[in-house]
């Protein structure tokens, strides 16, 4: 409620300028929902909205501009459209098997670019020339696996974000190294 009431308080008044730093942090879903509809009006109405956030889908519902930072240096300034444009000349297509497969032998069987684990499913980057959908119900059918779920994706902020970085998946969790705790005696 106090998350609620800071924004409510930020907005009301129709500010020219509104930043907002991790807006829906917090918030349940409808009221996130409520959030980016009012921000999405205010915007409309002549508001300009600055947004920090880590949500990457927010920012391609919300912004026209999407500047991405890495490593405390801005690496691309572009619309949400144009950066995920980025990612082209490749598709994404999440599956999932029916058992754990070795992700090494999967993306030389099948021609893949990149392969990323997803909770229980694989993520993975194809080339544009690539028939994916026959190398992978022939590498599933040569292992007597079931293919579970195969979905064609879109490239997504994130993907662009990855792709623009040269980071993957695991690498972008990881801000710096740990900090060491120094014991104080005494």
Wanted: net charge negative; aromatic share 4%; proline share 4%.
């Amino acid at each position: 409620m106090k998350r609620r009431l800071t924004i409510a308080c930020g907005i009301v008044h129709r500010p020219e300028v509104l930043f907002l730093d991790e807006p829906t942090t917090g918030l349940d879903v409808q009221s996130a929902l409520v959030l980016r509809e009012q921000v999405r009006k205010l915007n409309k109405e002549g508001t300009t909205v600055l947004l920090t956030t880590h949500y990457l889908e927010e920012a391609d519902q919300l912004c026209d501009t999407v500047a991405m930072i890495n490593k405390g240096k801005i690496v691309a300034l572009d619309s949400p459209e144009q950066l995920k444009a980025s990612v082209i000349g490749s598709n994404i297509v999440d599956v999932s098997f029916s058992e754990p497969v070795d992700e090494e032998e999967l993306c030389k069987s099948c021609r893949l670019i990149d392969v990323h684990r997803l909770g229980d499913k694989l993520r993975l980057m194809v080339g544009s020339d690539v028939d994916i959908v026959g190398e992978l119900t022939d590498y599933a059918r040569a292992r007597w696996l079931r293919i579970v779920t195969i979905n064609t994706l879109k490239p997504s902020l994130e993907d662009a974000f990855l792709r623009i970085t040269g980071l993957n998946p695991e690498e972008a969790g990881r801000d710096k190294e740990p900090v060491k705790m120094r014991r104080q005696d005494g």
